[in-house]
């Protein structure tokens, strides 16, 4: 029977359930949320209807039958109680489900009271058919009031109750239960009548209700998802509302936002105009800092701040649109930086170094100041870069930049120049010149001092030195291009002594600067108009007084008239790259010598020619010296190149690779100078060379020296190791060959004791 029950509660719920879903869905939500709050009366007010049945009719009406349907309605009542606090509390299932068994318990219910008319009509026993019918009524005008906003449950409610009561008092016949059925009848129509007028009437509020709440969500979703942060604040600077991204923004929960005192913010600039935006009525900007109270987080925003009016014009607050501009502000001041600054080190650049100066040498002309700038270049830092790769040659820059910002005031600017040279601009030093120069060679100390230092960089230690240029600035408001130009000349003289010094600029310097750039002007003609000739000093072997060799010695005999010497022009040549077209004229011209003194006279001594270290490091030398001997015709063996121990300090690999190749087409190598460098022995063991050739400054002083003696005879038994040839340079007296002579019978000489330089003429003469 229950599930018959059952089925036909199925069927009548499906027959009334709506097909167009007319309740809104809000409302439907908030009746069942109402519904189940207001259970424990409702249910109550049930139970003691139930109960006040029962006490009426248990005297008249089969007793097990009254108490089975009291408890079935109490059960049903108690259920419907759990139910209603479980559908409150549990909002995982989902809304259909729950309002589905919401319908089905209801519509039991009135089945159960409308059972109750059939079953315990007190028939004949008009004071208690009153009570009966009054409770019915009572049940149903209570419902249709409760049910009223899903009406076709309150229609199915009003019907199961009054229905069963009016065709059980039909049953009993008479007009007066005609009458009473006629009224119960009408009861109901009106009673129905009334739940479609307030349907009608909830339905148009429920359609607007649904319009106004999809308008507000959608403005809801619309503030919540505004990127920019949006607040809302009262005329006592108090915040009403922000949504999500101000929240965010500010990185403090919407909670505490709510409600906050504007005016106890930190930024007094900010609170000004959220003021005056309330003050003047009108719409204001910031663009700033803002400095988060309650999350101390710091931010740059900007700020776009409108007074709110209500519909009468009345001011009720202001809206504000805030936005993050921190990556904007933080990539603007990043442009500006790199703009001012070198991206590598972060140093100032040029153009800061300038802005700097020109303040600064002001201050110190109105102060009658002197100044300095100090131009520096690290010694051999493309060695570095060239040996262990460009990652270790910028952190060395970038510590470099470090250890200098140590040794400096804070007044003073060190700024990259480019590349490895460094500008230091000591301003405002003192009144006394003395001083003044005093405190930058001392500045300049320090310098060489801490970049001396070894410099540990991926696993490697680096030892580095600077040559370094100093101007003295004085209170004439000098130019900066001009400081610069005279600190480059000085740092290019400082070099020239040897590197790891200062120089302080001096106008002499200028002169010879003048002089090299006239000379390397001259110079770039000087083989076009075959002013470049080869001069031949010989080589002897000291026992038998034969030439063996000639090294060739070039001359520039100059349009003036004047014969100008190697070790003049031969460093404007290397400065200004003329050294790789002269030293293929050299090496060609050479060729031609041993081709025509084969000619004139069959075997003929060998030519050894002196290799600048700029010749080695060009990429092309071998092929295009390879390709010169072949096409001369010449026997190679009658070339010979000789090369200083400094070559093969700075560039050992690529040195080696040469000497290799070039002794594979049989052109031998010499080592000059040998016993000036920093590691003979080892360069011994490790190259093929044919011969050494002794320092003239050891054979100066082989008479009246033992030490000098002692390191000639010391270099003969290393040759003699090695099965070099030995030649001695600078021998001027026949004491000085005899005594070498002495030493050993197989040594070579070469000087002014046997001949000066010749032309070739003169050379084929002495031959």
């Not at 009054?162 to 007009?175: K, S």
């Amino acid at each position: 029977m229950f599930e018959k029950l059952k089925a036909l509660l199925e069927g009548i719920y499906s027959y009334f359930a709506p097909k167009d879903q007319v309740l809104h869905l809000f409302l439907r939500e908030h009746l069942l949320v109402t519904l189940c709050k207001k259970a424990p009366v409702t249910m109550s007010a049930i139970i003691v209807l139930a109960s006040a049945l029962l006490f009426l009719l248990h005297d008249i009406v089969n007793p097990y039958i009254l108490g089975v349907w009291y408890v079935s309605v109490v059960a049903v009542a108690l259920f419907r109680l759990l139910k209603a606090w479980k559908r409150c509390s549990d909002m995982q299932k989902p809304f259909e489900e729950r309002y589905r068994t919401f319908r089905k318990e209801a519509l039991l219910m009135a089945a159960l009271w409308g059972v109750a008319s059939f079953l315990f009509y007190p028939s004949g026993l008009p004071h208690y058919e009153a009570v009966f019918a009054i409770f019915i009524i009572l049940m149903a005008s209570a419902s249709a009031v409760n049910l009223a906003i899903d009406r076709p449950v309150a229609e199915v409610y009003v019907t199961a109750l009054l229905l069963p009561l009016a065709i059980r008092v039909l049953f009993e016949g008479g007009l007066y239960y005609t009458l009473f059925f006629a009224a119960l009848l009408l009861y109901g129509v009106l009673l129905i009548m009334s739940i479609r007028q307030i349907g009608v009437i909830l339905q148009k509020g429920i359609r607007q209700h649904g319009e106004l709440s999809k308008l507000q969500k959608r403005m809801k979703m619309i503030l919540e998802q505004t990127p920019a942060g949006i607040f809302n604040y009262d005329r006592d600077l108090k915040i009403v509302e922000c949504n999500r991204a101000f929240s965010e923004l500010l990185g403090v929960p919407r909670e505490r936002l709510i409600g906050l005192d504007l005016y106890d913010i930190k930024d007094e600039n900010l609170k000004k105009l959220l003021k005056r935006v309330l003050d003047e009525r009108r719409t204001l900007k910031y663009d700033g800092p803002y400095a988060s109270m309650l999350s101390g987080k710091e931010i740059w925003v900007s700020a776009t701040v409108a007074p709110l009016f209500d519909s009468s014009g009345r001011l009720e607050g202001a809206i504000g649109a805030v936005e993050d501009k921190s990556a904007e502000h933080e990539a603007l001041e990043k442009a500006e930086f790199l703009a001012y600054h070198d991206s590598l080190t972060s140093l100032p650049n040029r153009k800061l170094l300038g802005d700097r100066y020109d303040s600064q040498i002001a201050q110190a002309g109105r102060k009658k100041l002197y100044s300095s700038l100090l131009f520096l270049d690290l010694d051999r830092f493309k060695h570095v870069n060239d040996t262990y790769g460009h990652n270790v040659g910028d952190e060395l820059l970038k510590e470099s930049a470090r250890r200098l910002l140590k040794v400096l005031r804070k007044s003073d600017t060190v700024c990259r120049l480019g590349g490895d040279e460094f500008i230091i601009f000591l301003p405002m030093i003192s009144e006394d010149l003395s001083m003044s120069v005093n405190h930058t060679l001392l500045v300049s100390q320090k310098i060489h001092k801490a970049l001396a230092q070894p410099f540990e960089i991926e696993k490697h230690k680096l030892f580095l030195s600077t040559s370094i240029g100093a101007v003295m600035i004085g209170t004439r408001g000098e130019s900066l291009d001009e400081v610069l130009r005279c600190a480059d000349i000085a740092m290019y003289h400082a070099k020239k002594l040897g590197r790891g010094v200062t120089s302080f600029y001096e106008e002499f310097m200028d002169e010879q600067i003048k002089k090299s750039i006239r000379m390397e002007k001259e110079l770039r003609h000087a083989l076009d108009r075959n002013e470049l000739k080869l001069y031949f000093q010989p080589i002897v072997e000291i026992s038998t007084g034969q030439v063996v060799g000639a090294e060739a010695l070039l001359r520039w005999r100059h349009p003036s008239g004047i014969t100008i010497m190697p070790s003049e022009f031969i460093p404007v040549a290397e400065e200004s790259q003329l050294i790789h077209q002269i030293g293929r004229w050299v090496i060609e011209e050479a060729c031609r010598t041993c081709r025509r003194w084969e000619k004139a006279r069959g075997d003929m001594p060998y030519i050894s020619l002196n290799l600048s270290p700029k010749q080695l490091r060009y990429s092309g030398f071998y092929e295009q010296t390879s390709k010169i001997v072949e096409e001369s015709g010449v026997d190679p063996s009658k070339i010979k190149f000789e090369i200083t121990e400094s070559v093969l300090i700075e560039d050992s690999d690529r040195a080696k690779e040469l000497i290799d190749r070039f002794k594979e087409i049989g052109i031998g190598f010499m080592i000059d100078d040998f016993g000036t460098g920093y590691s003979s022995l080892s360069y011994l063991k490790r190259f093929e060379f044919e011969t050494i050739k002794i320092d003239r400054s050891f054979i100066r002083d082989i008479l009246k020296d033992e030490d000098d003696v002692t390191l000639v005879k010391a270099i003969l038994d290393i040759a003699r190791q090695f099965d070099y040839d030995v030649i001695a340079e600078g021998v001027e007296t026949k004491e000085q060959r005899e005594r070498l002579r002495e030493l050993d019978s197989a040594i070579l000489c070469q000087g002014y004791l046997y001949s000066a330089p010749l032309c070739e003429e003169e050379f084929l003469r002495l031959l």
